[in-house]
DNA sequence: ATGCGATGGGAAATCGTTCTCCGATGTGTC
DNA sequence: GACACATCGGAGAACGATTTCCCATCGCAT
């Protein structure tokens, strides 16, 4: 019932720890009859290895570190789910941070995850500038994929959905409807996501009317800013609201409703992410579907090369940033 | 910039590695002067403990595996956060799987992370059946600590909120409003949440109709169900729609609207977890707010115990089942 | 017969800590 | 002054795997 290790299957089987390893790990070619009887008596042991045992030996634990900002936020559970599937099919395990959006502990989760000798590194960044550093740090001694969110040029290998082309389905998608006068809600923080969504309807607005660029209302990334910023700008009365992500187009579409406006007819919301919310809203929310199981595969995908190549940045190429296609899904609210 | 060990602050320090190691984890005391030296140099190299040697000798990674069965259901996002932060409190890592809601591969995953040395295990079991085997094999083991769900008596310790006390809450409350044809929509499934909710409904209903007891409509917790069930129950008119999860309770809402049915005046409906959707939906859910907090707080603390009492239930004593109370949350739905 | 390469297997070093012995040096007491 | 005793430090054995040497054996060609 206690530990079985290899030295009690060497003594079942009659030969030496080194030849179990081989038969077990077939890094080296064994006699058939001698794996056999190892074989058996592994079996009949019960003999399970020590990862532990292997990590310090190997030097590579099979952990990949996991540092997100809040799992609380909608969008990331999917993302997680896809993440934890991909990676355990390269047989990675993943150790979970949540780091309550704040930079300080994002970054002493990185450096704990370190000490525990992850063998890379999964991160979407709390903040683009505040994260960097610890970011930066961490790319020096291990293989890391930012996800979703970037964190500066050439920091790190980076994987997310094309927010800018995300913005503009949305912003044609409104044209093509008539919508002449848009707002947008969006978040002031430095995240990417923030500044990348704001500047792609910055650039792409004025094709529905010159001064719409100038109509942006900044707030943070939630169901509350959403409803405050209705009332901000619904004196105003634009025909289109179109928001950073789904968490405030909720709240936009809730306060809208409180104040009596007809959505769609008398004005159109829109969000971005696509988190499971948005499909229950009502009206249900038109939004940008952002490609989750891709997004998971590609940074299973660029660790694995990355791990493969040997180890930290300096080894291989540039860093590389991955932008994967959005999709727009376009439902009841505009 | 390689790795820093012991052994390279020893000769930098002028000692021994054993004296080293002794002043760095404060196991044994220290000539004063020696200590200083040995930290100054320690800290002058940079150096950072392998977790993975000290995990192997100390037979104890610091590691606790959180096997869950879907991050996306919305009630565990808030609970992984909770757990994550009380066993980083407690020094502890979280190696995070989810299975997909099939036990086969929950058992897998237990295996693969009792493989990995973890010195726990914090559970949230698919199904109250078909995770026992896996279950209680893993607390033969390790520590296991079950969430949420229940998997058998005297399997392993838990916590859990007090479903049928939260039920009751929500019976009392429909019954001071009032109602007297409620008719539940719960979960027909083996998990212990949507028995005990459907029980707890069964043996609480009667007071406010004899006749309600019966009134039982059983599917899945998900929004469709919850759709689904309004269509083959408000033929009937009943004046409440008990829910066995919020989910469930956010379709039931959503239908009846479609339906024209006016809720509240017409019929209540009431949810049970409190996810954040719950305080989203039009009009905002009255539900059984889960202590999510207390709940993660408590699993830390019989996790911190029963390592304590070195190892697996054998030693220390018989399994706990702790219930903490819910608390009802009146909102407009009812 | 000798040499040579391939093949299968074992002994032992190694990974970086922790921890158990042991020995050496005081310190206090009778 | 001697003896018990605490205190501090070092040497070295674990922990459980992997991996590098090295040796023995065998087949085969010279």
Known sequence: MAEVTLKDVARASGCS???VSRVLAGTRPVGAETARTVREAAERLGYRPNHVARALRRRATGTVGLVLPQIT??????????LEHALHAAGRAVL??????????????IAEFLDRQVDALLLIPVDERRSREAVADAARRVPVVLLDRG????????????????????????????????????????????AERRA??????????PEAPGRVELGDFSVAWGRAAVDRIWPSRPDAVVCANDLIAVGALQRLRQLGAD??????????????????????????????TELAAEAARLLAERSAD????????????????????VRASG
Chains 1, 2 share one sequence.
């Open 96 to 109: 979970l941070a949540d780091c309550d959006d704040d930079p300080a502990t994002e970054a002493a989760r």
């Open 263 to 292: 959505v769609p007819g008398e004005v159109a919301v829109t969000g971005f992410d696509d988190v499971p919310l948005a499909g229950l809203a009502d009206p249900a929310l038109t939004t940008v579907r952002q490609p989750v």
């Open 151 to 194: 964190c500066g040029p050439g920091v790190a290998d980076s994987v997310a959905v094309d927010n800018a082309a995300g913005m503009q389905l949305v912003l044609d998608h409104l044209a093509a409807a008539g919508r002449r006068r848009p707002w947008f809600v969006g978040a002031a923080g430095t995240t990417t996501t923030a």
């Open 73 to 82: 936020n909608p969008f990331f559970p999917a993302l997680v789910q896809e």
């Open 17 to 19: 720890v080194a030849t």
């Open 310 to 329: 040997g180890g930290p940045s300096d080894g291989a190429g540039p860093s590389r940033a991955i932008r994967l296609a959005p999709q727009l899904l």
């Open 200 to 209: 792609a309807y910055e650039a792409g607005a004025a094709a529905l009317d």
